[in-house]
Each structure stands twice: as C-alpha cells, then as structure tokens.
C-alpha cells in the first residue's frame, strides 16, 4: 500500500490524514457542513488506493458509498473490524471507534509500556492499554466545552462563556470564574488520572491527544507526551493490518 486515506468523523468537526508509505504527509480539520466535499478533492487530489473510516457521529448516508466508489480497498472502523491489539472492552459495540484507533497507534508508539491515552476533546476520554498489547478500557468525562455550557444550561443566572478571553486562576467576575474553574478543574483532573494510574502501573507512559490538548500540555505536571495525530496514525495501522485481507 502506498497512498492512503484516514477520515475521523466527529460531533462537531471532521478530521483526515494522507499517509504515503506510512508516512503523514497531509492533516486536515473540517466543518460537518464542507467536510464531504472537501474529502472528495483530497482523494482527486492524492489518489489514494485505500481508506478508512472511523465515525461517533451521524454522518452523510451517501459518503459512505462515494468512498467505496473511489477507493479501491475501504473499510469502515468498527466492532467487527480485526485489530493488531486485544480488545477487552465488555461492550465493543458501544465503544466509539476513535477511542480504540487511538489505543492501537499509542501501543504502536510505546510496544513496551503500560499506555495512558486521553484525549482532549468533546469529552474526555481515558483509554488504557496494557503493555501485553491489550485494551482495557478507561474513563470518559466532560470536555472543556461541554463544562462551561452545562454552567450555563443547568443554572439560571451563569451566563454562556466562551473560551476566549482572560484565564485567570483567581477569577475576578462570573465570566472569569467559570472560566478559570473549568480549566484549572479539568487540569487537576487531568494529573489526578495519570497521577493513579502511575501508580499502579510500572512502565507507564501517558499521552495527550485532541482538539483541546494544546490548551494542557504545559499546565499539566504529570510527565506527558502530547501527539496531535495519534488517532490518525492508528487509523492507518489499523487499515494496513486489514489491507491484505480486502478485496
């Protein structure tokens, strides 16, 4: 395989990735509204023998089909899909596909360690693989976001506060109070899960991830590697593993 496709549809953005023999050579961010469109022009562009695609979200009923027809070998990232690690999640069918493409490309990155994978983004999600190359779930919370909106809709008087503006840890206002306990909260969060899991684990690594993950990775004191693309080079290690079994 030389030119590929990765496609992660999410709730509020669309993410892709073309890889050349293995290599990342082309990340892109769209909204649901262009993404269709968009990733047509990257395969006309790139022409890529083979995709994958990952969703925890509705997505087009006819993407699906348009990338079958542009793709000679395509799979869509689910339950059933073979995957290079175990999976022992109870439930495989409810677990979203992002969180065990993660889990494969964070295993890839560290083949001999006790691995941590958070995500940053829409929720938290906490994604633990054992060094026997085995996944064994995690933890999911609220994302940044979903924080200082639920402020907002579960109170009568919290206003709507965006993310843009002062962050302070002594909030001054209301504005900058819920700004402040959402952020400095979710970074205690943050040290607290990789701070247990540590201890628990020997050879333990963890690694942040997501949309939100450049707004932690220097106010985190746990030890921490921050990868932006790791949900998509596990797309693409789970597409390589499944390639020569396509048709």
């Not at 509705?58 to 395509?74: C, F, I, T």
């Not at 073979?82 to 022992?88: D, G, S």
């Not at 006790?114 to 906490?126: E, F, H």
């Not at 932690?216 to 990868?227: G, N, Q």
């Amino acid at each position: 395989m030389t030119t590929s496709i990765c496609i992660d549809w999410g709730n509020t953005l669309v993410k892709t990735a073309i890889f050349n023999s293995g290599k990342l050579v082309e990340s892109k961010i769209y909204s649901v509204s262009e993404a269709v469109s968009a990733i047509q022009k990257q395969i006309a562009d790139h022409k890529p023998e083979a995709g994958i695609f990952c969703t925890v979200a509705d997505s087009p009923a006819d993407l699906e089909q348009k990338l079958q027809q542009s793709l000679s070998k395509y799979i869509k990232l689910d339950s059933n899909t073979r995957l290079p690690i175990m999976n022992a999640y109870h439930s495989p069918e409810t677990l979203g596909a992002d969180r065990i493409a993660m889990a494969v490309g964070a295993q890839a990155k560290f083949p001999d360690k006790n691995v941590l994978i958070i995500s940053a983004g829409t929720c938290i999600t906490y994604n633990f693989v054992q060094k026997n190359r085995t996944f064994r779930g995690g933890a999911i919370s609220p994302g940044l976001k979903m924080r200082l909106k639920a402020m907002h809709e579960f109170t009568d008087k919290l206003p709507e506060v965006s993310l843009e503006g002062e962050l302070l840890l002594l909030g001054y206002d209301t504005p900058t109070c819920m700004r402040s306990g959402a952020v400095f909260g979710m970074t205690g969060e943050l040290d607290g899960v990789v701070g247990q899991f540590e201890s628990q684990y020997s050879d333990f690594n963890a690694v942040l991830t997501g949309g939100d993950a450049p707004l932690f990775a220097s106010r985190l004191k746990s030890k921490i590697f921050a990868d932006p693309d790791l949900l998509m080079k596990g797309l693409n290690l789970i597409l390589k593993y499944n390639v020569p079994q396509l048709r």
